[in-house]
């Protein structure tokens, strides 16, 4: 499968059912490598998998969802060492990942330093969320990919959870490449999220920084208590500004710079984010100038948003001027994301 550019957009695709076999499985480690979208199945429900080091295959799964908001992706790993290249293990971790994993926990932990995951799949988030499947033609395809995989439900954003191949097809047909039928996932819900982050938010989540039940699952809160020999903690009140995870609003990456929305025009000690190929006026003066997408992709631009916002963040400037973005397509996400950060 050639690899495919920023400029193609989940609609365009030619959508393929294959068996979970292992020919469909060594198809699907391709199509994955290749920036593809290839739907999956776990023990919870079906995934809609991407390369999670490809903030381009990211967007268009954005993009195929038809999701609302750059929200946090999980990403699925073949098994717990795989899990310690992207987060960072603290005791209580440790203990869940070895009483659960593979199976239907997600853990949010701490990015490792210089995680190879998109900024795009943890929404600028200094915590990443991953789990381990055990479904066998998930786990068969993690091995075969050698990668982590971000995998969302297989459906459009809003719908109801896909359990099988037929649940996917009926709602993505068109929007993905390819669709691995493994039969009828055996758990049916989405997976338990479990944070695990005081070691780098200290008392950020629960009582002394003790672990927190982000959204009830497939692992039972009885279970996973029994194996922390202590009670969960609850969740984060949603209007904190703490990191949140897949299934809950979503607090995102927001830079110490101020934003200046809708500039036609770059001011003195400005960095400029722009887009499309006519710069803002005063563009050359700018402290900093990244364009999200010299050919106005809005697929391209949701890819390097963060990485832009971050950059930018650190040039100096007293504040960053932000380039009209048009609402089509990603375009709305793209806009709800720096209206949240400038606000």
């Known amino acids: 499968m050639a690899k495919m550019n920023a400029a193609e957009t989940a609609t365009k695709m030619v959508t393929r059912l294959v068996k979970g076999d292992a020919g469909g499985i060594a198809e699907a480690a391709r199509c994955l490598a290749a920036g593809g979208l290839v739907a999956f199945p776990t023990e919870t429900v079906y995934g809609l998998g991407a390369d999670a080091r490809n903030g381009a295959a990211i967007a268009r799964l954005y993009a195929a969802k038809g999701r609302p908001a750059f929200n946090p992706l999980i990403a699925h790993v073949a098994d717990a060492a795989a899990a310690r290249q992207l987060g960072r293990f603290d005791a209580a971790a440790e203990r869940l990942a070895a009483a659960f994993w593979p199976g239907p926990l997600t853990l949010v932990l701490p990015k490792v330093e210089r995680c190879p995951v998109a900024d795009l799949a943890t929404a600028g988030l200094d915590s990443i969320a991953v789990r381990v499947p055990a479904h066998p033609v998930a786990q068969a395809i993690l091995r075969d990919f050698g990668g982590p995989v971000v995998a969302p439900s297989a459906n459009r954003s809003g719908h109801v959870s896909p359990t099988t191949a037929a649940h996917v097809r009926e709602d993505l047909t068109g929007r993905l490449d390819l669709i ?140 960053i001027a932000v380039m009209p973005i048009p609402l089509a397509g990603l375009g709305e996400a793209i806009n709800d994301r720096l209206r949240r950060a400038a606000g």
Do not use: W
């Open 180 to 319: 691995v039928d493994g039969g009828a996932t055996p758990v049916g819900l989405e997976s338990t999220i479990v944070a695990c982050l005081r070691q780098a938010f200290g008392h950020a989540f629960g009582h002394h920084g003790a672990p927190a039940l982000l959204r009830p699952g497939g692992a039972p809160r009885e279970a996973i208590e029994r194996v922390l020999g202590a009670p969960l903690a609850d969740a984060p009140s949603r209007d904190e500004n703490v990191p949140r995870a897949p299934g809950m609003l979503t607090s995102h990456y927001a830079p110490r710079t101020p934003l200046r929305l809708d500039a036609d025009r770059v001011a003195p000690g400005e960095a400029l984010l722009a887009f499309g190929p006519a710069l803002a006026q005063g563009a050359p003066a700018a402290v900093k100038v990244l364009n999200l997408s010299a050919h106005g992709d809005p697929i391209e631009a949701a890819a390097n948003l963060f990485s832009h916002l971050r950059a930018l963040d650190a040039s100096g400037a007293g504040t």
